[in-house]
């Protein structure tokens, strides 16, 4: 317990400190700090529209950035997340639009299902030339982002389009309830939270949760005791990879009613960077993925009511990063004093 309060001491001071940097800057442009950050927070928050924003943005952060963390669980870093949101978005939508002679209630699981099967799957192939092959996951995540993103834009610029001005798929014959019209504020909230609830209670209460937190604190170890590190690797990117599929399938079913190209630009890399602020606390993240949520939905409103640009928030969650790895820095060079001056006392 005192380590997850120091953890989350830490993850506090970083946010004040960066608030902090945030004011310096708004002064630089002639504002009054405490206005500017009142005006976020009305942004986020006034009215059912800028809740319901903050909320859907949430949404979709939440599972990026939990599927981070499942991932670097077990020694990987998966920066594929993205892609795996695309693929999921346009296989739900493929199957929202082409299979309507389905219930409508099992039409909705069968897109889930589908985005989660072809999302796994994209998340296998890294996986395994990881694995198997020793092939940088982080090489190889990041390039079938950029090819992920040209065959969803192929498709609903082709085959899947609607035939409007934007590059979109038609609409999908099953949407998710709307909350807080006329945010896109939708059911797929509860559903991310729900995944996001059986994915912690999996990582701390089941046998294979302990088998991927085992292979990553050390793989050789969990190989010398019977875990196969290769496979529970390989699952743990696919878990990984399923959780971006749902997120894109909620945006499709959820926030748009149909797949709209590029649609989860940054949704990936805002995820990954709300798990790497938190050092992949799977715990401590939902709460970062909210923050930057609120960030990037009062922003507008900040910039609104005051001079002050939306991109100085970029700026803040780049400082955010920064101090983050300060901070590590930090630890790290204690450990080596302490280490340092055993040293010493052996010698000596």
């Not at 986020?44 to 319901?52: M, R, S, V, W």
């Not at 939708?186 to 912690?200: E, K």
């Not at 590190?229 to 959820?254: D, H, N, P, W, Y």
């Amino acid at each position: 317990m005192s380590k997850t309060l120091e953890s989350a001491r830490k993850v506090l001071l970083t946010i004040l400190l960066a608030l902090a940097i945030g004011a310096v800057f708004i002064i630089a442009f002639g504002e009054n700090p405490f206005s500017a950050y009142i005006a976020l927070v009305q942004g986020a928050f006034k009215g059912k529209l800028h809740l319901g924003t903050t909320l859907s943005t949430f949404t979709p952060l939440l599972l990026t950035s939990v599927a981070f963390c499942v991932a670097a669980e077990a020694g990987a870093f998966n920066v594929g997340v993205e892609g795996e949101v695309f693929l999921g978005g346009i296989v739900a939508a493929y199957l929202g639009v082409n299979w309507g002679f389905l219930p409508v209630p099992a039409l909705m699981i069968v897109c889930f299902l589908g985005a989660m099967l072809v999302s796994a799957a994209w998340a296998f192939i890294p996986a395994v030339l990881r694995a198997y092959f020793n092939v940088s996951e982080v090489c190889t995540t990041i390039l079938m982002n950029s090819v992920a993103l040209q065959i969803t834009s192929y498709l609903v610029s082709g085959p899947m389009s609607a035939g409007t001005a934007n590059a979109q798929s038609k609409p999908v014959l099953v949407t998710l309830p709307q909350l807080m019209k006329p945010s896109n504020l939708n059911a797929g909230i509860f559903i991310a939270i729900i995944v996001v609830v059986l994915v912690i209670f999996m990582l701390y209460k089941t046998t294979l949760g302990f088998k991927i937190r085992a292979v990553g604190k050390n793989p050789s170890h969990a190989d010398y005791v019977g875990i196969s590190s290769k496979r529970i690797f390989i699952t743990s990117m696919m878990i990984s990879g399923m959780m971006g599929g749902i997120a894109g399938c909620i945006q499709v079913l959820g926030a748009y009613g149909y797949f709209l190209n590029n649609f989860a630009a940054g949704l990936g890399s805002n995820g990954m960077l709300a798990a790497l602020i938190v050092r992949s606390n799977v715990l401590a993240t939902p709460f970062m993925a909210f923050f930057l949520a609120i960030l990037n939905s009062g922003a507008m409103g900040m910039q609104q009511a005051t001079g002050v640009p939306k991109a100085l928030v970029d700026t803040i969650t780049a400082v955010f990063i920064i101090i983050a790895t300060m901070d590590t820095l930090f630890e790290f060079k204690k450990n080596s004093t302490k280490k340092k001056a055993k040293k010493e006392v052996t010698e000596g």
